[in-house]
């Protein structure tokens, strides 16, 4: 089969694509081996990673969603300005709304996932505060600073680097407490060592009153496959020190 496959792609910048293809994950998912990586996720989050089937069964998870946003239609009455966002590596996503036609679905899944590295929540130019401090630090690099947070310190790094960071905003018009609860959500789902956050999120409504901590995770699943949706629909921007949005 993998022969097959070498006979009818085409090279692409001068090597095969299916050499390109055997160099990551994907191959393995189109030849039916699926190896699963080793990761610091969630079982949920681990789980989806595992098989097609299990891949698909994110969305039987959108109830979880429903009943969280039905809760916050009827008993939050606070200001709907709040948002919630991820900052990406690019050097992991590296193009990847173009690479996806070539991947396997798990594998854009995962390339997704592993370049996530901070989740957070905010309004406004909320996003932007970390990327001036980070410019702060870009020429006098203070150590210290950088060793009390690691977000800075990577997003110094990627520039340092000449790669940017990938700002990535979803769920527009929500309250402050739903931003939370939703941010403590993927959080517990990627894990907290794999990301930069120092603290794990709050969760506020009928998540935590009524949810279970299983339930909360298989929450977090679905809204960072609904933020994967939103990303492969846009042009990946890098944010580098010298855009004008940065400063």
């Known amino acids: 089969m993998c022969k097959l496959?070498?006979?009818?792609?085409?090279a692409v910048r001068g090597r095969p694509l299916a050499q390109r293809f055997c160099q990551n994950?994907?191959?393995?998912y189109s030849l039916g081996v699926i190896h699963i990586p080793s990761t610091s996720f969630s079982c949920e989050l681990q789980h989806t990673l595992q098989s097609e089937s299990n891949f698909a069964s994110i969305q039987?998870?959108?109830?979880?969603?429903?009943?969280?946003?039905?809760w916050y239609g009827k008993h939050d009455q606070s200001k709907r300005i709040f948002f919630n966002y991820l900052l990406l590596d690019s050097r992991i996503t590296n193009g990847l709304r173009n690479r996806s036609k070539f991947m396997h679905k798990i594998d854009v899944w995962l390339t997704f996932l592993r370049s996530i590295f901070y989740v957070g929540k905010g309004k406004a130019t909320r996003p932007y505060v970390h990327l001036r401090q980070a410019h702060k630090l870009l020429r006098s690099a203070n150590p210290f600073v950088l060793?009390?947070?690691?977000?800075l310190a990577l997003i110094v790094h990627l520039w340092q680097r000449k790669r940017g960071v990938i700002l990535l905003r979803g769920f527009n018009g929500i309250s402050s407490n739903d931003a939370h609860t939703r941010e403590a959500a993927m959080i517990d789902a990627l894990g907290i060592n794999h990301l930069t956050n120092r603290r794990v999120g709050v969760y506020f409504g009928v998540v935590r009153n009524k949810f279970t901590k299983e339930q909360c995770r298989l929450m977090g699943v679905l809204l960072l496959y609904r933020l994967l949706l939103a990303y492969l629909k846009n042009e990946e921007c890098e944010l580098r020190p010298e855009n004008a949005s940065v400063l």
């Open 5 to 10: 496959l070498v006979a009818v792609v085409t």
């Open 60 to 70: 039987k998870h959108s109830n979880l969603v429903k009943r969280h946003s039905r």
């Open 147 to 151: 060793a009390k947070d690691p977000k």
């Open 25 to 28: 994950r994907g191959i393995k």
